[in-house]
């Protein structure tokens, strides 16, 4: 076991600083294994803080090699330094501290603070990364003005970056170095500082802004892929444009700088003025790009950008309030996208991955409320609870008060918070303030975790015409809660004939106790409820239907996110049924009725094509192993899930091979969301007619695969070709590899596609995998693209009844951990369902959980999840 346990930080210990920082002056002599900070602070007492307190200043494997306070050395007597924490005594009220370390930036595998990818010196400092750099006061809520000088190689690093504007520049004469001053006027705090130095090409652009400002902007990547970098400058642009309109927002700098690099923790990150990205996030061309890839920098970039006003100019007071940032700009980003794309179709996309991970983790014993009251590695509470459920929060607030209230209060906040370290109260505040309407008891979203289920039961009098629906909501408990309230739940219904037509008109019903009933009059017609519409609440619904309801509903609701919801009931209810038969030894169930509605949305699906193949992609392994919920066995899910795709296949062939020759008339390629619905509208209708046959399918796949004139194309007939055991899935594979594997990012997708080959034989692929020469833990987009994949996209393959996937999974988070351990924990969290899987494999989970937390030497990272996980 680990020797020392971490303390836990508690949201009702928060103290304002005892000591401000009114400006920071840095130093940065740059040197690979070598360079030196030189930080000079402006510090005052803070007039609300302890009077007497002694400053004690955040480090993280630090060395400190000088310290003077108002220039003079502090003598050995008034100071303690450990690796880290630097405290000091005996300080006046205002003074000038200068603190001086040496950090090894080649040597920094943990990619927080200073490091170097690929050559070039960035940094990352969110959450608790800038202590990594020089001893400081590293919270959110102490804001300063920066100043930042850098010296580097000339040679090595000709581009000198930070955050605001560059104010100087120069040459070291006779020393081959060089040197750039930065400045930025925006009060920030320390985890928004940002440096890169390095060789890199640019794209430029620019952009005006409604007040005249002309900001200039660079994307910067890589020598040699400035091309691929137009598309993330479009989205760029259009995101500056989209916030000014739909939030009056404008840009506060005259320059707006991203770089791409490929060693990089997460997506992106929105230091002031100095954006770093994944280059994954970046770097587009049809050649070498998905049309996912295209969506994610668009919605990436759009995120780190929008983070410029809710995040920068006004952040956070501590890191509980996370969701007061990333919750917040999840929305934004998501509206960008639906205003930029197909409304329907993001929201369906989004629901689908807030059930797939916010659901499973709420689910678990890693479920969290949106905003923690406690936490031990605050790098674990990057989750899907508190940005995407937080997204949904934001959501209700607007559904609840209606989109012009919505923006009044949004306005509201911008303008009494700006510059301010915010706590969550003081958003909603401004909305109770422009509604009117009392927010205490919806701020039990954010402390309350758990996802409610709704259960709705329903009468209706014929003779009378009276219909009534009755709501009951309950949220099970979840670590450290065991008691649950009821939460202020907005329902977006109408009501829905059986013969299609519209019997009552779109409302909104608010279910705010843990009871509610709606009544109509005047319904002789039986009538058929569309709940939830748009997915108004981030609930689980559970209601008795009919396979003939659904169906009516899949073909008429008004609301097409219900159109969608009613295909995937349908479909889920028979795949569990069908799972039930598998484990009794029976035969799954027919699926006529589910195929003739796929027929006719596909005989249909010119009408909408992106939207078409969302509403006839069958539920996931993953959906269905949620919806079971307790004893789940992952072969039985697979091969329910293979039976139907087969069954339907046959039942669908003849609409879907019309449909997909229609569609395979070669188009120049463009990455629009039409565009890409069409695409992904024919990579379904190929697993379809594989699924039916898969000998002649694999041979339409491989057609696709060599005519295609881009990389979703050739993706997806991968795709389609895996579940294909056979000489063509692996020659195709290796093609795959021969044509493009130089490219890293390309090398990925080939990675994940391997990941996720189902049958028994994925366990000793993807550990032969990790032995292949390009496999390496250094990189965590390489780590993630194998094991990652591995772990959360192949359920049957994780979850080989051997626990064969578990072992391998374990060996790898092990290693990674010594050298990564936010990658590590966060692979960890694949296991965080492994308390309702059947027993055998529970078992065995269990076994190696316990094996992996009894190791010596674990990180705080992964020591926590597996601490909760186990719990
Ligand atoms: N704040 C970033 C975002 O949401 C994400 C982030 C947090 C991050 N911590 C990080 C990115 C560590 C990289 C490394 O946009
Ligand atoms: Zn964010």
């Known amino acids: 076991m680990r020797t020392e346990t971490p303390p836990i930080i508690r949201l009702t210990d928060y103290r304002v600083p005892d000591f401000l920082i009114d400006h920071v002056d840095l130093d940065f002599r740059l040197q690979p294994e070598r360079t030196m900070v030189t930080s000079r602070l402006a510090m005052r007492r803070n007039p609300a803080g302890r009077p007497d307190a002694s400053l004690v200043l955040d480090g993280d494997d630090l060395t400190l090699t000088g310290l003077a306070v108002d220039g003079a050395p502090v003598p050995a007597q008034a100071y303690n330094a450990t690796r880290d924490s630097l405290s000091i005594d005996g300080l006046g009220d205002r003074f000038t501290l200068t603190v001086e370390t040496e950090i090894n930036p080649a040597a920094n595998t943990k990619l927080m603070g200073l490091y170097r990818s690929n050559g070039v010196y960035c940094t990352q400092c969110e959450a608790d ?26 040679a090595e690093a000709p581009l000198l970056l930070s955050n605001g504007n560059p104010v100087e520049s120069g040459e070291i004469t006779g020393t081959g170095r060089h040197y750039a001053v930065w400045d930025d006027p925006h009060k920030k705090p320390c985890y928004l500082f940002a440096l890169v130095a390095g060789d890199l090409d640019a794209f430029t652009g620019s952009h005006l802004t409604p007040s005249g400002r002309k900001v200039t902007l660079n994307v910067y990547v890589e020598k040699g892929k400035a091309e691929r970098a137009a598309y993330a400058m479009d989205a760029l642009i259009r995101s500056m444009r989209w916030d000014e309109q739909a939030f009056g927002r404008e840009y506060d700098l005259d320059l707006f700088n991203i770089v791409a690099v490929s060693d990089f923790n997460m997506g992106a990150m929105e230091n002031k003025g100095l954006n770093i990205f994944n280059d994954r996030y970046i770097l587009a061309s049809p050649e070498t790009a998905t049309d996912q890839d295209y969506h994610n920098i668009e919605a990436i970039v759009a995120h780190e950008y929008f983070h410029n006003w809710t995040g920068n100019r006004i952040t956070c007071r501590d890191w509980f309030q996370l969701c007061l940032k990333e919750g917040l700009t999840v929305f934004r980003d998501q509206e960008f996208s639906s205003d930029e794309r197909s409304r329907p179709v993001e929201r369906i996309a989004n629901v689908q991955t807030l059930r797939a991970a916010q659901f499973v983790e709420d689910a678990g014993p890693l479920a969290h409320p949106v905003r923690p009251q406690t936490y031990k590695e605050i790098n674990n509470f990057y989750t899907a609870t508190v940005y995407n459920k937080g997204s949904e929060l934001i959501q209700m607030i607007r559904l609840l008060i209606g989109p012009e209230a919505f923006r009044a209060g949004m306005d509201l906040y911008f303008e009494r918070h700006d510059g301010e370290a915010a706590v969550v ?8 303030d422009v509604s009117g309407r009392d927010f205490a008891p919806f701020m039990r979203w954010y402390d309350q975790a758990g996802t409610p289920v709704v259960t709705v039961t329903s009468n209706h009098n014929p003779e009378t015409g009276r219909y009534t629906l009755h709501f009951r909501q309950e949220t099970r408990p979840t670590p450290g809660q065991p008691e649950k309230h009821p939460q202020v739940i907005p329902i ?26 709606r009544s109509f009059t005047g319904l002789t017609q039986r009538p058929i409820p569309s709940l939830f519409r748009g997915f108004s609440a981030p609930v689980k619904v559970v209601i008795d239907r009919k396979e003939g309801d659904l169906l009516t509903l899949a073909r008429h609701d008004v609301d097409p996110f219900n159109r969608w919801q009613a295909l995937q009931d349908a479909a889920t209810d028979l795949l569990t049924r069908s799972v039930r038969a598998i484990g009794e030894g029976k035969a799954p169930l027919d699926s006529t009725r589910l195929a003739e509605a796929v027929a006719s949305l596909i005989a249909g699906s010119q009408q909408d094509p992106a939207f078409a193949a969302l509403a006839i992609g069958l539920p996931t392994e993953g959906d269905l192993a949620r919806e079971i919920a307790t004893e789940i066995d992952p072969e039985a899910i697979g091969l329910a899930i293979d039976h139907l795709r087969r069954a339907m296949g046959r039942l669908v062939r003849e609409p879907a091979s019309r449909a997909y020759d229609t569609l395979s008339q070669p188009v120049p390629f463009s990455p629009d969301g039409t565009s890409a619905g069409r695409r992904a509208l ?6 379809y007619i594989v699924a039916a046959d898969p000998e002649g399918g694999a041979r339409v796949a491989l057609g696709q695969y060599e005519q295609a004139n881009n990389m979703t194309d050739r993706v997806a007939a991968l795709t389609a070709l895996l579940p294909c055991e056979g000489p063509e899935r692996e020659a195709a594979l290796a ?13 990925d ?5 391997q990941a996720r080959v189902p049958g028994s034989g994925s366990v000793a692929r993807v550990r032969a995998l990790t032995a292949h020469p390009k496999f390496t833990l250094a990189n965590p987009n390489r780590a993630r693209s194998l094991i990652a994949t591995f772990a959360n996209g192949n359920l049957r393959g994780f979850h080989a009844a051997d626990g064969s996937g578990y072992q391998l999974v374990a060996e790898i988070i092990d290693a990674l951990d010594a050298r990564n351990p936010q990658i590590a924990a966060r692979m960890a969290t694949a296991f965080r369902t492994w308390r309702n899987l059947e ?3 529970r078992e065995k989970a269990g076994s190696v959980l316990r094996t992996l937390a009894g190791k010596a030497n674990l990180s705080r990272d992964l020591g926590d999840i597996l601490e909760r996980t186990l719990s």
Not at 425 to 432: K, L, P, R
Not at 735 to 747: C, H, P, Q, S, V
Not at 749 to 753: D, H, P, Q, T
């Open 129 to 154: 990364g800038f202590r990594r750099i020089s001893y400081f006061l590293d919270r959110p809520d102490v804001m300063s003005t920066w100043r930042v000088r850098m010296e580097a190689e000339k």
């Open 425 to 432: 109260e003081q958003f909603i505040q401004c909305f109770a």
């Open 492 to 517: 977006r219904l109408g009501l829905i004939g059986e013969d299609g037509t519209e019997l009552a008109p779109d409302e909104l019903f608010v279910l705010e106790g843990e009871t509610g009933s």
């Open 682 to 687: 024919r990579a379904q209708l190929l697993r």
């Open 735 to 747: 093609a795959f590899e021969k044509a493009y594997g130089a490219d890293a990012l390309i090398l």
């Open 749 to 753: 997708m080939w990675f994940a596609l």
């Open 839 to 841: 027993s055998g494999r």
